[in-house]
């Protein structure tokens, strides 16, 4: 380890270790990337994600208290509904001639499990294929969550819900704008990595169901979005991040403290994921063209050429600014370039002028390039340096 880099992992740690942290000197540092040491970085995205306060004297009290409501979700919603169907067919007081399973009223709380079951499912089939450039996700978690797997449980699990039903996955697909692929050439690998994730022994469970089940709690607590593909490529380097802290402690709870964090960023991207808002001043559409202004701005000429192409964002930017770049980059370079996103004040107006700088940094291949070529280039990107990368939209921030 260089003398530079202890230097760094000293100067998180001061900032750390303050009783209250000092929030604009954490995001400082952390812009130019946190180094994972000591679980530093873990440490800093639940704060620059607001899941940690400031004063570090709550954090105890305030960590027990959320992880506590979140055992109250996985009891609510999957352990009680998993004990209702189990008992189907047994005398029970919620079947009844009002309200029984074949009841088509909207109202109905059997009509809304069988709802819930098509959410999952898509849920399950996206999860399945997460990250497929790693193992990690098929691998057993160390943490099993014992609510769910204590083997005195006698209910319907997610993962006998998704083995029971009858549904297909691919008729209840929830794409956004119609767009249909939002995976990266860049992420398909040979056929054997890109397997399905098959299902762990009884008694084990991998990460992609404690993700999975993430997800779903997610889903049934915000009905207006739900669940949409793509969401599952948010949730993963928030998941492995935590997943994958040195600190047994802390990772041991990496699931509720991935929920909690990804709600909370969800709160602020959200809006890319709901259709209705597309053309508003905080949907995606006004995103995707104000790449395209910040690039007339910063390079007319490349600008010129793209739209001379008939070259749109739509084409391309979609996937960079709906999914944070994660699907670009391999997961290390991902998280990478999440360092900077979180720490910057105005972090998604940072997206913006990565998505920029992006373009930029390939100028002379696309000035060159007929539409065939230029449309490659953009939608498997070729430079792998996200460093250099970071520091032109860094340049292109203080030129403004």
């Not at 059997?110 to 959410?119: A, G, I, Q």
């Not at 099993?144 to 993962?159: A, G, K, S």
Request: aromatic residues 10%; glycine residues 4%; proline residues 5%.
């Amino acid at each position: 380890m260089s003398s530079l880099h202890k230097s760094r992992i000293a100067d998180f740690q001061d900032v750390l270790k303050e009783p209250t942290i000092a929030l604009e000197k954490l995001r400082e540092l952390s812009f130019s990337g946190i180094p994972c040491e000591g679980g530093l970085r873990c440490l800093c995205w639940k704060i620059l994600l607001n899941y940690l306060p400031l004063e570090r004297a709550s954090w105890t009290s305030i960590l027990a208290k959320q992880r506590e409501l979140y055992s109250q979700f996985l009891r609510e919603m999957i352990i009680q509904p998993g004990i209702a169907k189990a008992n189907m067919g047994v005398s029970r007081e919620d079947v009844t001639f009002e309200d029984h399973p074949l009841n088509p009223n909207p109202d109905s709380r059997w009509n809304t499990y069988f709802k819930d079951n098509e959410v999952l499912l898509q849920i399950d089939k996206d999860v399945r294929r997460l990250c497929p450039d790693i193992s990690f996700f098929q691998r057993a978690t160390e943490y099993p969550c014992l609510l769910i797997l204590d083997p005195q449980n006698e209910f319907e699990t997610l993962r006998k819900r998704v083995e029971q039903t009858t549904l297909k996955s691919q008729t209840v697909a929830r794409n956004r704008s119609g767009v249909t692929n939002m995976s990266s050439p860049h992420k398909n690998l040979a056929p054997s990595a890109v397997n399905e994730y098959q299902v762990l022994p009884s008694g084990c469970e991998a990460h992609w169901e404690v993700v999975e089940r993430i997800l779903f709690i997610y889903a049934k607590l915000n009905p207006g979005i739900a669940y949409v593909q793509g969401m599952n490529e948010i949730v993963g380097p928030l998941y492995y991040t935590f997943a994958t802290d040195p600190n047994n402690e802390w990772k041991e709870h990496a699931e509720a403290d991935t929920f909690f964090c990804f709600t909370n960023l969800m709160a602020e991207i959200r809006d890319n994921f709901i259709k209705s808002l597309d053309d508003s001043q905080c949907g995606i559409t006004y995103k995707m063209e104000k790449v395209y202004s910040t690039l007339k701005d910063k390079d007319v000429e490349l600008y010129l050429k793209l739209q001379e192409q008939n070259i749109k964002p739509q084409f391309f930017a979609f996937r960079w600014l709906t999914l944070l770049l994660s699907q670009e980059f391999l997961l290390p370079d991902v998280i990478r370039i999440w360092d900077s996103l979180f720490a910057d004040d105005n972090r998604f107006d940072f997206l913006l002028l990565v998505c920029c700088a992006m373009l930029i940094l390939i100028r002379e291949q696309l000035l060159e390039g007929d539409f065939t070529v230029n449309m490659r280039l953009l939608q498997d990107y070729p430079i792998t340096d996200v460093c250099q990368i970071l520091q032109k939209a860094k340049e292109l921030q203080d030129s403004k």
